[in-house]
């Protein structure tokens, strides 16, 4: 265990650097920060001055990460975000059904951003059925890709987008996702798009990027969660409608993320949507939101919908994440009235060793 004394620095966004002396211990998860006993503080503080190890600069950044908007996005949403004191923000997709209005919107977002598209964002372009129902006449224009020329290099699908000043890559699974085990039926889609035709060029298509970050901490997006997390219908990529019960994670994404860590990447946070929180068998919320595994947290971010309107006010939500030093310490769901002030704080997922405060649920009126 090494003890130093943190400098913050300015890394040109609202980063929270702790300016305590602390503890650097070496975990299974990575770097862990502890406050250090009182006699070993004043024993470091008494130190002369000396030559000390060049180590990375320790930082806490807040991840806001965007359930599925479909159409439920506007102006106050930037504002929020501003004010909530966000350093990145991550989008998982279904922004509306080809909705080329809310994602011009999104891109012209100010914070840092990545986002993956999803399968509503190619309602009218990836099915046989959805291409009968289009209102526009495809000759003439492609939605599909206008969303993806309006967010340029932060979609992340198939891809990836480094953010060296929080030393991190984000990773994106594949885009415009319906999740499930069945490739045939986006399979001229994703032939045309990218020249994929199965789960297994698809997986590799993820890695490759993966294998490109310049960072060893990877943040992988995706429209619908990896395969293998459950499969009662609550579970957290659940199947929720008849018959209820299985598992509709992606399976490709579940394959890149293990061979991810093969590469010797350190993955602390798997985020997604497309499975709402909201179970359409029973129709309550009670879908399991986070999974804490492998040193991963697993969050699906889909709380629909994200923006609701009452006879006098406008409540959002947000998922949060604080990321300290590549570890998650902590996630909650976050309610905002329109005031911008919080009225609710789900607190989902929180590291113990960081706060003796209960975590799994613990729900606050703040
Ligand atoms: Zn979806």
């Known amino acids: 265990m090494a003890c130093v004394r943190n400098v913050s620095k300015d890394y040109g966004c609202s980063t929270q650097a702790s300016q305590n002396l602390i503890m650097l211990e070496k975990t299974g998860k990575g770097i862990r920060m502890t406050e250090p006993p009182?006699?070993?503080?004043?024993?470091?503080?008494?130190?002369?001055?000396?030559?000390?190890?060049?180590?990375?600069?320790?930082?806490?950044?807040?991840?806001?990460?965007?359930?599925?908007?479909?159409?439920?996005?506007?102006?106050?949403?930037?504002?929020?975000?501003?004010?909530?004191?966000?350093?990145l923000v991550l989008l998982v997709g279904d922004f509306g059904n080809e909705s080329v209005n809310v994602v011009r919107s999104i891109a012209a977002l100010d914070i840092p951003k990545a986002a993956i598209l999803g399968n509503h964002d190619a309602w009218y372009s990836a099915t046989e059925w959805g291409i009968k129902k289009c209102p526009y006449d495809r000759t003439q224009e492609d939605r599909v890709q206008q969303q993806l020329d309006l967010l340029g290099e932060a979609h992340v699908g198939y891809g990836k987008l480094d953010f060296p000043a929080f030393n991190l890559t984000v990773v994106g699974?594949?885009?415009?996702?319906?999740?499930?085990?069945?490739?045939?039926?986006?399979?001229?889609?994703?032939?045309?798009?990218?020249?994929?035709?199965?789960?297994?060029?698809s997986t590799e298509r993820i890695v490759e990027a993966a294998s490109s970050s310049a960072c060893d901490t990877v943040i992988f997006l995706g429209h619908c969660g990896p395969k293998g997390l459950g499969d009662r219908?609550?579970?957290?990529?659940?199947?929720?409608?008849?018959?209820?019960?299985?598992?509709?994670?992606?399976?490709d994404f579940a394959e890149a993320i293990e061979a991810t860590r093969k590469l010797g990447k350190t993955?602390?946070?798997?985020?997604?949507?497309?499975?709402?929180?909201?179970?359409?068998?029973?129709?309550?919320?009670?879908?399991?939101?986070?999974?804490?595994?492998?040193?991963?947290?697993?969050?699906?971010?889909?709380?629909?919908?994200?923006?609701?309107?009452t006879d006098t006010d406008c409540h959002r939500n947000f998922s949060l994440v604080s990321l300290q030093n590549g570890i998650v310490t902590?996630?909650?769901?976050?309610?905002l009235n329109q005031g911008m002030t919080p009225i609710s704080e789900t607190v989902l997922y929180q590291d113990e060793t960081f706060s003796s405060k209960?975590?799994?649920?613990?729900?606050?009126?703040v």
């Open 38 to 87: 009182h006699d070993q503080t004043s024993q470091v503080q008494q130190l002369p001055t000396q030559k000390t190890p060049t180590i990375a600069p320790l930082t806490t950044i807040t991840i806001a990460v965007i359930g599925d908007v479909h159409d439920r996005w506007d102006a106050d949403d930037a504002i929020a975000l501003k004010h909530l004191g966000v350093d």
């Open 173 to 201: 699974a594949r885009p415009f996702s319906w999740g499930g085990s069945e490739w045939k039926n986006t399979d001229s889609f994703y032939r045309s798009r990218y020249g994929i035709t199965s789960f297994a060029e």
């Open 233 to 251: 219908a609550e579970d957290i990529c659940g199947r929720d409608w008849s018959p209820p019960g299985g598992d509709h994670g992606d399976p």
């Open 267 to 309: 993955i602390p946070l798997v985020t997604f949507g497309h499975m709402h929180h909201q179970l359409r068998h029973t129709k309550q919320h009670q879908r399991v939101s986070i999974v804490d595994r492998d040193g991963t947290i697993y969050l699906n971010a889909a709380n629909v919908p994200r923006i609701v309107k």
């Open 330 to 335: 902590k996630a909650s769901l976050v309610w």
């Open 358 to 365: 209960p975590h799994q649920g613990r729900e606050a009126i």
